[in-house]
């Protein structure tokens, strides 16, 4: 309770010092004539120019020369590292995708081929396909059955 009365008097006395300040420098100013308001205005600059030119400018040219710069290469940094992260993630995630689906990761050797176990099942298709595909540029049949029956009509 104490604390609450002696903050309470510090900003009634606060309040009464600024009224009185202010107060004071208006009614200087009331009994004066409008020329020498005028020069009296002119003559002292006003607390909001001083606020603009001495406070505001200078921090403004802060934040534009040094303060900007170096949160855009903060900004950066963290965007860079967030990339390579995210990127680790979807290589992650890629693995765990194949190995769901039974495809292991190839080791390739110089010439860029698959280097697999004979008993996946990825080996099996592989070699099924490469088959496949070695008919078809020999100009093979791309169906054997059709060939062995084709042998056994009488003719």
Do not use: C
């Not at 280097?115 to 298709?125: H, P, T």
């Not at 496949?132 to 059709?146: H, M, W």
């Amino acid at each position: 309770m104490l604390t609450l009365i002696f903050f309470s008097l510090l900003a009634i006395l606060s309040f009464g010092g600024a009224v009185f300040l202010l107060g004071r420098r208006i009614v200087s100013v009331r009994f004066l004539n409008a020329d020498e308001q005028k020069s009296k205005m002119t003559a002292s600059p006003l607390f909001f120019d001083f606020v603009r030119e001495d406070v505001i400018r200078p921090f403004e040219e802060f934040v534009a020369s040094v303060a900007r710069p170096a949160m855009l290469k903060l900004g950066e940094k963290f965007l860079r590292r967030f990339r390579i992260l995210v990127l680790k993630v979807e290589a992650l995630l890629h693995r765990l995708s194949d190995y769901f689906h039974g495809k292991r990761i190839a080791i390739k050797n110089g010439n860029g081929l698959s280097i697999q176990a004979d008993n996946s099942k990825n080996a099996e298709f592989w070699g099924e396909m490469r088959e496949f595909k070695n008919r078809l540029q020999n100009g093979e049949s791309n169906k054997p059955e059709d060939n062995s029956k084709n042998n056994n009509l009488p003719g």
